[in-house]
């Protein structure tokens, strides 16, 4: 339930949310949450991104303090004048994601897998290439024994047989928390993360820094990895009306749709009552 006054932190999905659907963010949201800043409000981007995407997603929300990247496994403090600190940076064990692996196809079936390995600057995802996956440019090709060779920051899987929504609930019932955290962001395929990690765990790292208390927290989101930092926040919880229907569940307010800068609208009329 919506509290009194003002939030003490503000936090924002953005792919779906905070950006249209056309990949940009407008002059009129930009503006809106350069106000959010000015009011003494600090303001924190909460994406699926990985860290290979810093700049990006710095440019998509620049007026951000924060950073909460990967599903939460990267947190940075881009408050800090010398320069970005990394607050966290958690891996999934390559031979925790090979196991559950083998159990997952053991049920399903065989998976197409792509892993992010790296955090440089624009670097590939690597794995089984799937025409679905909207990014093309940033992939390579690489076999299933390469892309365990090392620990990753997060990884992709998917099935021709299941829905993500299906495979999801299916993979949870298999693979149990304490051994990875697995969600979706609305890109067809279930993503796969340390145990622990989600943006939740991401915006804690952030609060406690602050010293903000979760119950002054207003969030906002679209897709089900949204969904543990719903059940964290207690100032508000925010969905765009794009939403997945478990997120519009588990909101307390619905602004408009990311193409219509429901965030902005919704943070514009939270500043002028």
């Known amino acids: 339930m919506t509290r009194p006054g003002l939030p003490k932190l503000i936090a924002t999905d953005l792919d779906g949310t905070l950006v249209r659907s056309d990949d940009t963010v407008s002059a009129y949201t930009h503006g809106v949450l350069d106000r959010v800043r000015a009011a003494g409000i600090p303001v924190v981007g909460a994406t699926g991104r990985g860290p290979r995407l810093k700049e990006l997603t710095r440019n998509d929300i620049r007026a951000a303090d924060f950073l909460v990247m990967a599903g939460g496994g990267c947190v940075v403090d881009q408050s800090d004048p010398t320069g970005p600190v990394v607050l966290r940076d958690e891996r999934l064990s390559a031979e925790v994601l090979a196991g559950l692996l083998t159990d997952l196809e053991a049920a399903v079936g065989p998976l197409t897998v792509m892993v992010e390995g790296s955090d440089e600057h624009d670097a590939p995802?690597?794995?089984?290439?799937?025409?679905?996956?909207?990014?093309?440019?940033?992939?390579?090709?690489?076999s299933r024994a390469e892309c365990l060779a090392l620990d990753v920051i997060k990884a992709f899987v998917r099935t021709a047989d299941h829905d993500v929504d299906e495979l999801l609930a299916t993979a949870r019932r298999i693979v149990p928390p304490q051994v990875a955290t697995l969600t979706q962001a609305g890109l067809g395929f279930v993503e796969i993360t340390p145990a622990g990690v989600d943006k939740a765990s991401g915006l804690t790292v952030v609060a406690e820094r602050l010293g903000v208390d979760p119950a002054d927290v207003l969030v906002f989101g679209d897709m089900p990895n949204d969904l543990p930092m719903f059940a964290w926040a207690g100032w508000s919880r925010v969905a765009v009306s794009n939403a997945h229907?478990?997120?519009?569940?588990?909101?307390?307010?619905?602004?408009l749709r990311n193409d219509d800068d429901g965030v902005a609208v919704y943070l514009d009329r939270l500043l002028s009552r």
Request: aromatic letters at 18%; charged letters at 25%; glycine letters at 4%.
């Open 125 to 142: 995802l690597w794995g089984d290439y799937h025409p679905s996956w909207p990014y093309p440019e940033l992939f390579e090709a690489r």
């Open 245 to 255: 229907p478990l997120v519009r569940a588990a909101a307390d307010e619905v602004t």
